[in-house]
């Protein structure tokens, strides 16, 4: 069972950057996708950037621009940065791997963007 923990959450301003990270307790080297979703509340989760095997990157239209996903396969970690903050970022970050056979997920880490 590979576990993945969240850290990286907390208030921020709107305008600010934060950065989480994900540690991976085993590893996803070779994952078919890897990288983070979000739900805010009364809404369902979506994705906000995503890594696949060949390093190709998706994002969420909402945070193109303003958010970078990175794979390090030493350190088994995910991690996210955002930068210009809107209080519509405001959600739960969940951390993400897909192996190909299985879905695995974070217990996610609140992000709260104050105006």
């Known amino acids: 069972q590979l576990l993945l923990v969240e850290s990286g959450g907390g208030l921020v301003q709107a305008g600010g950057s934060l950065g989480l990270s994900c540690v991976a307790s085993?590893?996803?080297?070779?994952?078919?996708?890897v990288g983070w979703y979000r739900q805010a509340p009364g809404k369902q989760r979506e994705l906000v950037a995503v890594?696949?095997?060949?390093?190709?990157?998706e994002y969420a239209d909402s945070v193109k621009g303003r958010a970078q996903v990175f794979r390090d396969n030493a350190k088994n970690t995910i991690d996210l940065r955002m930068t210009n903050l809107k209080p519509e970022d405001t959600a739960l970050y969940y951390c993400?791997?897909?192996?190909?056979?299985?879905?695995?997920w974070g217990r996610g880490t609140q992000v709260t963007v104050s105006s």
């Open positions: 993400y791997a897909n192996s190909g056979r299985r879905e695995y």
């Open positions: 085993g590893s996803v080297f070779g994952f078919y996708r």
């Open positions: 890594l696949a095997y060949d390093d190709a990157s």
